[in-house]
């Protein structure tokens, strides 16, 4: 692994730190929200609003307190290992307000592979938080190519909220993409872009 991406991954780690919420500070404060918005926190429909999201926060900010478990791994080789259209939703540190959408996650193993399942933990575990969707995406790939694997490619597509219920109010979407070890060389790229993009494509072209 290239020094630069281990010492950003430690970096992120050190800066990384498990919360522990304080839930009725946080009912606290919902109520407060309420009344400041200009709605009465004892009408019925609100009087179990702050628990609510309380109990809801616990779960959308989990990622602050989770461990992707990379550690689990299996002796096995392969050219390489697509997982597709993992599902994810995050909060973006902007708006406080939704993003989400899917990520093609590849990577090339260097005689061992991750359970699929720790791979979808890994997702979870930096989009549970206050978050960019550019810092989300290069997260994945570097704590994944910490691990000593030869090559990642992340690429999440997304919607934002914070953009199609206010300011521009549009109904675009946002691609980013992160690419780590032997996937930086413009052929590799280039390649492992089109195998995540056109799986189909690409098997029947190579066996042809």
């Known amino acids: 692994m290239g020094a630069s991406y281990a010492m950003r991954y430690k970096y992120y780690l050190a800066s990384t730190f498990c919360i522990l ?3 009725e500070r946080i009912k606290k404060l919902v109520r407060e929200l309420i009344v400041e918005i200009g709605e ?3 009408r019925e ?21 989770s461990n992707s478990e990379l550690s689990v791994q299996f002796s096995e080789d392969s050219e390489v290992v697509v997982v597709r259209d993992i599902q994810f939703y995050s909060m973006c540190e902007h708006h406080i307000l939704p993003f989400f959408g ?11 592979v991750f359970g699929i399942s720790k791979l979808v933990r890994l997702v979870e575990k930096y989009s549970k938080r206050l978050q960019i969707q550019e810092r989300m995406t290069k997260n994945i790939a570097d704590e994944l190519y910490s691990h000593g694997v030869k090559g990642v490619a992340v690429i999440t597509e997304a919607e934002h909220l914070c953009m ?8 675009a979407s946002v691609s980013s993409s ?3 070890g032997i996937y930086e060389r413009k052929e590799e790229k280039e390649s492992i872009a089109n195998i ?10 190579q066996n042809s």
């Open 21 to 23: 919420m304080d839930e």
């Open 40 to 42: 009465d926190p004892t």
């Open 45 to 65: 429909g609100l009087t179990k609003t702050p628990e609510r999201v309380a109990n809801a926060y616990k779960e959308i900010f989990s990622g602050y307190d």
């Open 102 to 112: 899917k990520i093609q996650l590849a990577y090339t193993p260097n005689g061992r």
């Open 164 to 171: 199609k219920m206010r300011g521009v109010k549009n109904n």
């Open 178 to 180: 992160a690419f780590r």
């Open 196 to 205: 995540i993009r056109n799986p189909s494509k690409t098997f029947f072209a």
